[in-house]
Protein backbone atom coordinates (compact mmCIF):
# COMPACT_ATOMS: atom_id res chain seq x y z
CA UNK A 1 0.00 0.00 0.00
CA UNK A 2 1.03 3.31 -0.70
CA UNK A 3 -0.24 6.83 0.03
CA UNK A 4 -0.62 9.81 -2.56
CA UNK A 5 -0.42 12.46 -0.14
CA UNK A 6 1.40 10.75 3.14
CA UNK A 7 2.35 14.27 4.77
CA UNK A 8 -1.30 14.40 5.62
CA UNK A 9 -0.87 11.27 7.88
CA UNK A 10 1.03 13.48 10.36
CA UNK A 11 -2.72 15.05 11.26
CA UNK A 12 -3.04 11.39 13.25
CA UNK A 13 -0.15 12.68 15.42
CA UNK A 14 -2.78 15.58 16.52
CA UNK A 15 -6.05 12.87 17.56
CA UNK A 16 -4.31 11.58 20.88
CA UNK A 17 -4.50 14.93 22.46
CA UNK A 18 -8.00 15.15 21.58
CA UNK A 19 -9.05 12.79 24.34
CA UNK A 20 -7.38 15.05 26.93
CA UNK A 21 -9.46 18.17 25.90
CA UNK A 22 -11.86 18.06 29.19
CA UNK A 23 -15.63 17.60 28.46
CA UNK A 24 -18.31 20.28 28.73
CA UNK A 25 -20.23 19.50 31.64
CA UNK A 26 -23.96 20.55 32.00
CA UNK A 27 -25.99 20.33 34.97
CA UNK A 28 -29.60 21.03 36.39
CA UNK A 29 -30.20 23.06 39.57
CA UNK A 30 -31.52 20.88 41.95
CA UNK A 31 -32.01 22.01 45.88
CA UNK A 32 -31.65 18.53 47.41
CA UNK A 33 -29.56 15.34 45.57
CA UNK A 34 -30.39 13.05 48.58
CA UNK A 35 -33.70 11.86 47.08
CA UNK A 36 -31.97 11.15 43.94
CA UNK A 37 -29.43 8.74 46.05
CA UNK A 38 -31.28 5.44 45.26
CA UNK A 39 -31.95 5.85 41.28
CA UNK A 40 -29.53 3.48 39.20
CA UNK A 41 -26.39 5.31 37.20
CA UNK A 42 -28.40 4.86 34.05
CA UNK A 43 -26.22 4.66 30.36
CA UNK A 44 -24.83 8.46 30.47
CA UNK A 45 -21.00 7.97 31.08
CA UNK A 46 -21.16 4.71 28.34
CA UNK A 47 -23.07 7.27 26.27
CA UNK A 48 -20.23 10.29 26.51
CA UNK A 49 -17.83 7.40 25.92
CA UNK A 50 -19.00 5.55 23.27
CA UNK A 51 -19.80 8.89 21.57
CA UNK A 52 -16.36 10.33 22.09
CA UNK A 53 -14.58 7.47 20.40
CA UNK A 54 -17.09 7.43 17.40
CA UNK A 55 -15.98 10.71 16.80
CA UNK A 56 -12.47 9.92 17.02
CA UNK A 57 -12.88 6.91 15.19
CA UNK A 58 -14.61 8.64 12.19
CA UNK A 59 -11.90 11.47 12.11
CA UNK A 60 -9.02 8.75 12.15
CA UNK A 61 -10.63 7.35 8.80
CA UNK A 62 -11.36 10.53 6.95
CA UNK A 63 -7.73 11.47 7.24
CA UNK A 64 -6.42 8.50 5.92
CA UNK A 65 -8.63 8.62 3.35
CA UNK A 66 -7.10 12.16 2.60
CA UNK A 67 -3.88 10.85 2.68
CA UNK A 68 -5.38 8.72 -0.43
CA UNK A 69 -4.54 5.36 0.38
CA UNK A 70 -4.04 3.15 -2.82
CA UNK A 71 -2.82 -0.89 -3.71
CA UNK A 72 -1.01 -1.12 -7.31
CA UNK A 73 -2.56 -3.14 -9.61
CA UNK A 74 0.19 -5.73 -10.11
CA UNK A 75 -1.13 -6.57 -13.79
CA UNK A 76 -0.05 -3.56 -15.62
CA UNK A 77 3.97 -3.05 -14.90
CA UNK A 78 5.48 -0.05 -16.57
CA UNK A 79 8.69 -0.06 -18.97
CA UNK A 80 11.81 0.96 -16.40
CA UNK A 81 15.77 0.65 -16.88
CA UNK A 82 18.09 -1.91 -15.49
CA UNK A 83 20.67 -4.49 -16.25
CA UNK A 84 22.76 -6.67 -14.63
CA UNK A 85 26.44 -5.49 -14.56
CA UNK A 86 29.81 -7.41 -13.37
CA UNK A 87 33.05 -5.38 -12.75
CA UNK A 88 36.08 -7.58 -13.01
CA UNK A 89 39.02 -4.93 -11.20
CA UNK A 90 42.31 -5.83 -11.86
CA UNK A 91 44.29 -6.15 -8.22
CA UNK A 92 47.56 -7.01 -9.40
CA UNK A 93 50.90 -5.51 -8.39
CA UNK A 94 51.34 -3.65 -11.44
CA UNK A 95 47.69 -1.75 -10.68
CA UNK A 96 49.48 -0.79 -7.63
CA UNK A 97 52.29 1.10 -8.94
CA UNK A 98 51.81 4.80 -8.04
CA UNK A 99 51.87 6.10 -11.90
CA UNK A 100 48.45 7.46 -12.55
CA UNK A 101 47.37 10.83 -13.01
CA UNK A 102 44.00 11.87 -11.82
CA UNK A 103 43.81 15.29 -12.35
CA UNK A 104 46.97 17.69 -13.95
CA UNK A 105 47.94 19.53 -10.38
CA UNK A 106 47.47 16.51 -8.26
CA UNK A 107 50.40 13.44 -7.36
CA UNK A 108 50.02 10.28 -9.04
CA UNK A 109 48.30 7.44 -7.32
CA UNK A 110 47.90 3.78 -8.27
CA UNK A 111 45.90 2.87 -11.02
CA UNK A 112 43.73 0.54 -8.89
CA UNK A 113 42.87 3.60 -6.68
CA UNK A 114 41.67 5.45 -9.99
CA UNK A 115 39.65 2.58 -10.93
CA UNK A 116 37.74 2.66 -7.92
CA UNK A 117 37.42 6.56 -7.66
CA UNK A 118 35.72 6.26 -11.02
CA UNK A 119 33.66 2.90 -9.98
CA UNK A 120 32.26 4.57 -7.04
CA UNK A 121 31.12 7.71 -9.14
CA UNK A 122 29.79 5.29 -11.93
CA UNK A 123 27.53 3.24 -9.25
CA UNK A 124 26.30 5.90 -7.46
CA UNK A 125 27.01 9.04 -9.75
CA UNK A 126 27.45 12.50 -8.88
CA UNK A 127 30.22 15.34 -9.33
CA UNK A 128 33.29 13.78 -10.83
CA UNK A 129 35.48 16.89 -10.11
CA UNK A 130 35.92 17.94 -13.59
CA UNK A 131 32.42 19.95 -14.44
CA UNK A 132 30.30 16.97 -15.12
CA UNK A 133 28.47 14.66 -13.39
CA UNK A 134 27.25 10.81 -13.84
CA UNK A 135 23.77 9.60 -13.36
CA UNK A 136 24.67 6.76 -11.39
CA UNK A 137 22.82 3.71 -11.81
CA UNK A 138 20.67 3.97 -9.26
CA UNK A 139 17.07 6.15 -9.78
CA UNK A 140 13.93 6.87 -10.88
CA UNK A 141 14.00 5.00 -13.77
CA UNK A 142 15.70 2.29 -12.74
CA UNK A 143 18.10 0.26 -10.44
CA UNK A 144 20.99 -1.68 -12.12
CA UNK A 145 22.22 -5.18 -10.89
CA UNK A 146 25.91 -4.40 -9.93
CA UNK A 147 28.54 -7.46 -9.08
CA UNK A 148 32.33 -7.64 -8.70
CA UNK A 149 35.09 -9.63 -8.78
CA UNK A 150 38.77 -9.01 -8.45
CA UNK A 151 41.43 -11.02 -9.85
CA UNK A 152 45.27 -11.48 -9.78
CA UNK A 153 46.61 -15.35 -10.09
CA UNK A 154 43.08 -15.97 -8.50
CA UNK A 155 39.96 -14.12 -9.20
CA UNK A 156 38.12 -13.67 -6.39
CA UNK A 157 34.18 -13.31 -6.32
CA UNK A 158 33.27 -10.29 -4.29
CA UNK A 159 29.75 -9.93 -4.90
CA UNK A 160 27.41 -11.38 -7.08
CA UNK A 161 25.08 -8.79 -9.11
CA UNK A 162 23.02 -6.95 -6.16
CA UNK A 163 21.05 -3.98 -6.15
CA UNK A 164 22.40 -2.73 -2.86
CA UNK A 165 25.43 -0.38 -4.05
CA UNK A 166 25.85 0.41 -0.39
CA UNK A 167 26.97 -3.04 0.75
CA UNK A 168 28.87 -3.03 -2.73
CA UNK A 169 30.92 0.84 -2.41
CA UNK A 170 31.98 -1.20 0.88
CA UNK A 171 33.20 -4.34 -0.82
CA UNK A 172 34.70 -2.36 -3.52
CA UNK A 173 37.20 -0.02 -0.67
CA UNK A 174 38.18 -3.08 1.18
CA UNK A 175 41.37 -3.44 0.46
CA UNK A 176 42.86 -6.52 1.41
CA UNK A 177 46.64 -7.31 1.98
CA UNK A 178 48.30 -8.94 -1.04
CA UNK A 179 50.69 -11.79 -0.86
CA UNK A 180 53.66 -12.01 -3.19
CA UNK A 181 52.27 -15.00 -4.57
CA UNK A 182 49.50 -12.54 -6.12
CA UNK A 183 51.41 -10.53 -8.21
CA UNK A 184 50.16 -11.65 -12.02
CA UNK A 185 47.29 -11.20 -13.88
CA UNK A 186 44.99 -14.06 -15.00
CA UNK A 187 42.58 -12.80 -16.81
CA UNK A 188 40.70 -15.37 -18.56
CA UNK A 189 39.92 -16.99 -15.55
CA UNK A 190 38.35 -13.89 -14.06
CA UNK A 191 36.19 -13.35 -16.93
CA UNK A 192 34.93 -17.10 -16.87
CA UNK A 193 33.76 -16.57 -13.03
CA UNK A 194 32.01 -13.02 -13.92
CA UNK A 195 30.24 -14.96 -16.33
CA UNK A 196 29.48 -17.12 -13.88
CA UNK A 197 27.56 -15.17 -11.69
CA UNK A 198 25.64 -13.02 -14.63
CA UNK A 199 24.70 -16.63 -15.95
CA UNK A 200 22.15 -16.79 -12.91
CA UNK A 201 21.33 -12.75 -12.73
CA UNK A 202 17.59 -12.74 -14.00
CA UNK A 203 17.72 -9.60 -15.68
CA UNK A 204 17.65 -10.01 -19.58
CA UNK A 205 20.45 -7.94 -20.28
CA UNK A 206 23.97 -8.47 -18.91
CA UNK A 207 27.21 -6.93 -19.47
CA UNK A 208 31.16 -6.94 -17.88
CA UNK A 209 33.28 -4.05 -17.47
CA UNK A 210 36.86 -4.79 -17.52
CA UNK A 211 39.58 -2.82 -15.74
CA UNK A 212 43.09 -3.57 -15.98
CA UNK A 213 46.37 -2.12 -17.10
CA UNK A 214 46.98 -4.07 -19.60
CA UNK A 215 49.02 -6.78 -18.51
CA UNK A 216 48.98 -10.47 -18.78
CA UNK A 217 51.07 -13.13 -16.98
CA UNK A 218 50.36 -16.04 -15.07
CA UNK A 219 53.57 -17.74 -13.53
CA UNK A 220 53.85 -21.58 -14.27
CA UNK A 221 55.58 -22.24 -11.12
CA UNK A 222 52.34 -21.53 -8.85
CA UNK A 223 50.51 -24.88 -9.86
CA UNK A 224 52.03 -26.73 -13.16
CA UNK A 225 48.96 -28.54 -13.20
CA UNK A 226 46.64 -25.63 -13.59
CA UNK A 227 45.89 -24.49 -17.01
CA UNK A 228 44.08 -20.90 -16.91
CA UNK A 229 41.78 -19.85 -19.29
CA UNK A 230 43.23 -17.71 -22.34
CA UNK A 231 41.40 -14.34 -22.73
CA UNK A 232 39.99 -15.10 -25.82
CA UNK A 233 38.70 -18.18 -24.18
CA UNK A 234 36.65 -16.94 -22.15
CA UNK A 235 35.46 -13.90 -24.55
CA UNK A 236 34.01 -16.37 -26.29
CA UNK A 237 32.28 -18.02 -23.66
CA UNK A 238 30.83 -14.43 -22.93
CA UNK A 239 29.98 -14.29 -27.07
CA UNK A 240 27.83 -17.88 -26.62
CA UNK A 241 25.92 -15.97 -23.69
CA UNK A 242 25.41 -12.74 -25.46
CA UNK A 243 27.40 -10.61 -22.72
CA UNK A 244 29.26 -7.99 -24.57
CA UNK A 245 32.91 -7.00 -22.79
CA UNK A 246 33.71 -3.13 -22.14
CA UNK A 247 37.89 -3.25 -21.94
CA UNK A 248 38.90 -0.16 -19.56
CA UNK A 249 42.53 0.08 -20.35
CA UNK A 250 44.92 2.26 -17.33
CA UNK A 251 47.95 1.12 -18.66
CA UNK A 252 48.95 4.10 -20.39
CA UNK A 253 52.53 4.38 -21.98
CA UNK A 254 55.33 1.90 -21.76
CA UNK A 255 59.07 2.05 -21.62
CA UNK A 256 60.54 0.76 -24.97
CA UNK A 257 61.63 -2.40 -23.62
CA UNK A 258 57.88 -3.67 -22.76
CA UNK A 259 56.41 -1.79 -26.24
CA UNK A 260 55.79 -5.73 -27.45
CA UNK A 261 54.22 -6.67 -24.31
CA UNK A 262 52.22 -3.80 -24.30
CA UNK A 263 51.25 -4.37 -28.04
CA UNK A 264 50.36 -8.20 -27.43
CA UNK A 265 48.09 -6.75 -24.23
CA UNK A 266 46.54 -4.11 -26.71
CA UNK A 267 46.10 -7.30 -29.22
CA UNK A 268 44.13 -9.26 -26.71
CA UNK A 269 42.10 -6.58 -25.58
CA UNK A 270 40.75 -5.96 -28.72
CA UNK A 271 39.89 -9.54 -29.31
CA UNK A 272 38.10 -9.91 -26.52
CA UNK A 273 35.62 -7.06 -26.95
CA UNK A 274 35.78 -8.17 -31.10
CA UNK A 275 34.22 -11.43 -29.86
CA UNK A 276 31.82 -10.05 -27.14
CA UNK A 277 30.69 -7.24 -29.62
CA UNK A 278 32.05 -4.95 -26.62
CA UNK A 279 34.83 -1.60 -26.90
CA UNK A 280 37.87 -0.85 -25.97
CA UNK A 281 39.10 2.13 -23.93
CA UNK A 282 42.35 3.67 -23.11
CA UNK A 283 42.03 6.06 -20.05
CA UNK A 284 45.54 7.29 -19.03
CA UNK A 285 44.31 10.18 -16.68
CA UNK A 286 41.33 11.08 -14.36
CA UNK A 287 39.31 12.79 -16.84
CA UNK A 288 39.91 10.05 -19.52
CA UNK A 289 38.50 7.52 -17.15
CA UNK A 290 35.61 9.15 -16.20
CA UNK A 291 34.60 9.94 -19.39
CA UNK A 292 34.82 6.19 -20.50
CA UNK A 293 32.58 5.54 -17.72
CA UNK A 294 29.92 8.10 -18.93
CA UNK A 295 30.36 6.51 -22.41
CA UNK A 296 29.80 2.63 -21.27
CA UNK A 297 26.57 4.25 -18.60
CA UNK A 298 25.40 6.05 -21.79
CA UNK A 299 25.66 2.63 -23.92
CA UNK A 300 23.55 0.55 -21.51
CA UNK A 301 20.62 1.66 -20.75
CA UNK A 302 17.79 -0.89 -21.32
CA UNK A 303 14.52 -0.62 -20.71
CA UNK A 304 12.85 -3.11 -18.91
CA UNK A 305 9.73 -4.14 -16.91
CA UNK A 306 10.10 -3.33 -13.51
CA UNK A 307 7.80 -3.52 -10.11
CA UNK A 308 6.72 0.54 -11.57
CA UNK A 309 2.70 0.18 -11.79
CA UNK A 310 0.62 2.34 -14.04
CA UNK A 311 -2.95 1.89 -12.14
CA UNK A 312 -3.90 1.64 -8.59
CA UNK A 313 -6.95 0.69 -6.82
CA UNK A 314 -7.96 3.93 -5.03
CA UNK A 315 -8.92 3.40 -1.21
CA UNK A 316 -10.20 6.52 0.03
CA UNK A 317 -13.38 6.17 -1.51
CA UNK A 318 -14.13 3.52 1.01
CA UNK A 319 -12.43 4.96 3.52
CA UNK A 320 -14.05 8.14 3.54
CA UNK A 321 -17.63 6.58 3.08
CA UNK A 322 -17.12 4.85 6.79
CA UNK A 323 -15.65 7.72 8.73
CA UNK A 324 -19.09 9.89 7.04
CA UNK A 325 -20.90 6.71 8.56
CA UNK A 326 -19.68 6.87 11.55
CA UNK A 327 -20.66 10.48 11.99
CA UNK A 328 -24.27 9.99 10.83
CA UNK A 329 -24.50 7.56 13.13
CA UNK A 330 -23.57 9.39 16.08
CA UNK A 331 -26.00 11.76 15.30
CA UNK A 332 -28.72 9.87 15.47
CA UNK A 333 -27.28 7.94 18.56
CA UNK A 334 -27.21 11.62 20.08
CA UNK A 335 -30.59 12.74 19.04
CA UNK A 336 -31.82 9.56 20.34
CA UNK A 337 -30.76 6.96 23.07
CA UNK A 338 -27.47 8.78 23.92
CA UNK A 339 -29.17 12.25 24.22
CA UNK A 340 -28.38 14.05 27.18
CA UNK A 341 -30.67 16.57 28.93
CA UNK A 342 -30.48 19.36 28.98
Known sequence: MSF???????????????????????????????????????????????????????????????????????????????????????????????????????????????ARRALRLFIEGGDDGFGQTLPGRSGPEGTDAIGLVTFTNWPQPISPPTLNHRVLLHLLDDRRPRSIREEGSNIGDAIALGLSSLERSPLPRRVMILISDGELNYPDQLDPNRKPLKPRQAAQLAANLGVPIYVIDTGGTVPEQDRKQRDEARAINDAVARLTQGRVFEANDGSQLLQVCREVDAMERRTIASNAFRRYRELYPWLAGAGLTLVLLVIVLEQTCWRRLP
Do not use: N
Not at 84 to 92: E, F, I, K, P, R
Not at 93 to 104: K, L, V
Open 4 to 114: THPELLLILLVVPLLLLRPASRMALRFPDLRMLAGLPRGRARRAVIGSAMLKLLALVLLIIAAAGPRLPDEKTRIETEGIAVMVVLDVSGSMDAPTFTWQPDSAPIPRQEA
